[in-house]
């Protein structure tokens, strides 16, 4: 991150200064973070909604629920190496909350079960593959409901905010079951050889 | 012609697409009397979740909202757009949403900064506006989730995890781009 900003800021400016228009960048520098408060402030609303919707469904228990479900399926798809299954209510707990849009809950839940894997193959500094198809599933995206697309598309005025949440929803499965794919076939070819 | 097809498709779907907010505080105020929660104040808690992580995100937005307004404003966008096109629009990727697809792995907030300009460029219902946001919606930090799950677990040798991950969104950006 460090780097891109520095690699932005530097080519945006020096571009500038060879294109001769240092007068454009100095009035982005000065005007870009307000444009970043307008959007917060913008965007607020948005996030209040899908914060208070998400916090009623938490207290219902909805991703405890649907982290007892996706229990047996999850069991299936991971190939625990032996003593790794302990964190399988982590992962189940992590993907349920993110696939409710729930960031606050499923980090700390992911967390403890990388360092469950982690541990239980001696933490060699070395990513297992049960390890690194829970890192792709993250990665891929679960979420349900993209909340903050459609908050943006709302403040933008786009006619209907929400008519992207199906090719959302298809587009995210297609990456991860792409991703699922593409670990276990090295997980395959791994333990040939 | 796929295009004219999918927009009439939407068209039908239209009416259920709008009725999915209300529908879900329906589903939500129902479900919280059911469950026996006070669904005012569990409200309130979930809002100030958000609005706290809007406020977390607010730094980090101003920095690079102004870097992005720098690359904007000098043109230098435009250039490397116009760079990237010949292999971006074989894919069915505009040029406008091009910077998009390459910030969206490494910075969330570039990337809602990217997905804003190409809507004030284009208009909010553009085609390179909707597939930015499917694209966004669609994917994840790679690199930021990646680098956060790999450190919690001490994990020195990745092998293969940043190239699944890449390619899984490169996929995801794929179908994208033919279902927008």
């Known amino acids: 991150m460090n780097g891109l900003f520095c690699a932005m800021l530097l080519a945006g400016t020096l571009y500038a200064a060879a294109t001769g228009r240092l007068d454009a960048a100095q009035h982005a520098l000065l005007s870009g973070g307000g444009e970043a408060m307008t959007l917060l402030l913008e965007l607020a609303g948005a996030y209040a909604f899908f914060g208070g919707m998400m916090g009623i469904l938490r207290e219902c228990g909805a991703a405890d629920a649907l982290a007892r479900a996706l229990k047996k399926p999850l069991s299936r798809l991971f190939r625990f190496a032996p003593g790794e299954e302990a964190a399988l209510s982590e992962i189940s707990l992590n993907l349920s909350a993110n696939m409710l849009g729930m960031g606050g809950a499923a980090t700390p839940a992911g967390m403890t079960a990388m360092r469950k894997m982690a541990r239980a193959n001696g933490n060699d500094g070395r990513a297992s593959d049960a390890m690194i198809l829970f890192l792709v599933i993250n990665t891929s995206s679960v979420q349900l409901l993209p909340t903050t697309m459609i908050a943006l598309r709302a403040q933008a005025g786009a006619a209907n905010p929400t008519d992207i949440v199906a090719p959302v929803l298809a587009a995210t499965t297609v990456s991860t079951i792409c991703g699922a794919a593409i670990c276990r076939a090295f997980a395959a070819r791994g333990k040939g050889v | ?180």
């Open chain 2, 1 to 180: 012609m796929r295009r004219g097809d999918m927009q009439g498709v939407c068209g039908e779907g239209e009416r259920r697409v709008k009725a999915l907010l209300p529908a879900m505080v329906v589903g939500c105020v129902l479900m919280g009397i059911r469950a026996k929660v006070s669904v005012y104040d569990a409200l309130i808690r979930g809002a100030k979740e958000g609005l706290t992580t809007l406020v977390q995100m607010a730094p980090c937005l101003c920095a690079v909202m102004m870097a992005v307004a720098l690359l904007r404003e000098t043109g230098l966008m435009d250039a490397m757009s116009a760079l990237l096109e010949p292999v971006f629009s074989r894919i069915g990727i505009p040029r406008e949403a091009a910077p998009l697809v390459l910030l969206r792995p490494l910075s969330g907030s570039a990337a809602l900064a990217a997905v804003r300009q190409v809507m004030e460029q284009t208009g909010a219902d553009s085609r390179a506006s909707r597939l930015c946001c499917v694209i966004c919606g669609a994917s994840e930090t790679v690199f930021f989730t990646g680098s956060l799950y790999l450190g919690a677990a001490g994990v020195k040798k990745s092998r293969y995890a940043v190239f699944a991950a890449l390619t899984a969104y490169a996929a995801g950006v794929l179908a994208a781009a033919m279902m927008v």
